[in-house]
């Protein structure tokens, strides 16, 4: 186990890395063109569209051959490959359209990754967030690091450093000890059961409170550096946030199994669903107050740290071995693609009709929607576990 953990951790840290660069200082990069905000909330969605059906298509191939690890492989190759295209565009067209191509294949990767790190562990996947974790590091390191080193150059640079951490992600999949894996062929069962699992209505809501989850992260995934910039923090200083809410997140990552075997996956979903709210009143009222702001970040530890956690763990109990690749897909494409995709086409309008604060706010509401959903229908306990 201690080389598949390396192994496995330092995918984590090379996906995670590429995001610290991606998340914070694409948005800037974007910028420097000179795009409206509409136009920069259209390029971003472009990345979480590809999400909306690329992981279920991988994931489907992936439980009916067995052959996940070289899906991961492959689909990493292809994603800094075609990232070369963005250093001879200049035009929203141009970006977006490598944008979508890249993210077709890198967004099919992680949630395949993910069961085979789950399938790793076995009977020990209490330690899923122990390797999880070190994405988080390399994330730190990188949004720290990227923007103490922007505020000395150009940000020209960021594709650059997305590329060679591309090029990370794809070699250490390659290190994946294969022989950990007994995956087989569900040629015919896996779809029919994964569809038969998500006509329970507790399985539905669990889907639409991932959406309005990520839907209610796009103002902040895609403006929230903009935002910072316009008010005056430095690069270093964005950096400096960004990490703090990391940090918050590996620390509750780092505790994880201990919380959910005590509390329960039900109450740590609402408590964290009332501290989005929270987080996004916040930066919407008061986002010129420094410390504020680092609290507010501190927070990222519930509104993705512990939501992520808690959806890992709904995923894997409500999903058989046979279909978790199309439940882990699931996941990904209705939260992190349609929701993150709506969320950054719906902040990018109001960005420019209205303002950061409507922006911000609408991502209160959806949270509270979701509060509502959670309350009303997630009890893990009422649907009989599939292993």
């Not at 923090?233 to 201990?258: K, P, Q």
């Amino acid at each position: 186990m201690p080389s598949s953990y390396l192994s496995l951790s330092g995918f984590y840290f090379f996906y995670f890395a590429l995001l610290g660069i991606m998340v914070p200082y694409w948005t800037l990069y974007l910028k420097s063109f000179g795009f409206e905000a509409q136009v920069i909330g259209m390029l971003m969605a472009t990345l979480h569209a590809s999400r909306i059906f690329a992981p279920y298509l991988w994931g489907r191939l992936a439980d009916e051959t067995g052959q996940r690890l070289r899906i991961v492989r492959w689909g990493a190759a292809i994603t800094w490959i075609i990232f070369l295209l963005v250093f001879w565009q200049n035009t929203a067209m141009g970006i977006g359209l490598v944008m979508l191509g890249f993210s077709f294949f890198w967004n099919a990767v992680l949630p395949q990754f993910e069961v085979i790190t789950l399938g790793y562990l076995g009977e020990r996947r209490h330690r899923y967030s122990q390797i999880r974790l070190w994405g988080s590091i390399g994330f730190i390191l990188t949004v720290a690091g990227i923007g103490v080193v922007l505020d000395q150059i150009s940000i020209q640079w960021i594709p650059v450093f997305m590329l060679l951490t591309m090029i990370g992600i794809w070699l250490t999949s390659l290190i994946v000890n294969e022989d950990g894996q007994t995956e087989v062929a569900h040629t015919g069962t896996a779809g029919a059961e994964f569809w038969q699992v998500l006509k329970h209505p507790q399985v539905r809501a669990f889907f639409l409170i991932c959406l309005l989850i990520q839907l209610g992260h796009g103002a902040y995934y895609t403006f929230y550096s903009v935002l910072m910039v316009d008010l005056g923090y430095s690069r270093t200083d964005i950096g400096v946030l960004w990490a703090v809410g990391v940090i918050a997140e590996v620390i509750i990552f780092i505790f994880m199994h201990r919380m959910i075997e005590r509390w329960g996956i039900r109450n740590i979903m609402l408590i964290s669903l009332v501290l989005c709210v929270l987080r996004w009143v916040l930066i919407a009222w008061i986002p010129d107050q420094k410390w504020p702001m680092v609290f507010a970040q501190t927070l990222h530890a519930a509104t993705f740290g512990c939501l992520h956690a808690v959806g890992i763990a709904l995923v894997h109990h409500y999903f058989s071995q046979r279909s978790h690749g199309q439940g882990q897909a699931m996941y990904s494409s209705f939260g992190f693609g349609l929701g993150g995709a709506s969320g950054a086409l719906l902040s990018g309008f109001l960005w420019d009709a209205a303002g950061p604060q409507w922006a911000f706010g609408v991502s209160a509401f959806v949270s509270l929607v979701a509060i509502v959903l959670a309350l009303i229908w997630i009890y893990p306990e009422k649907v009989q576990q599939n292993n």
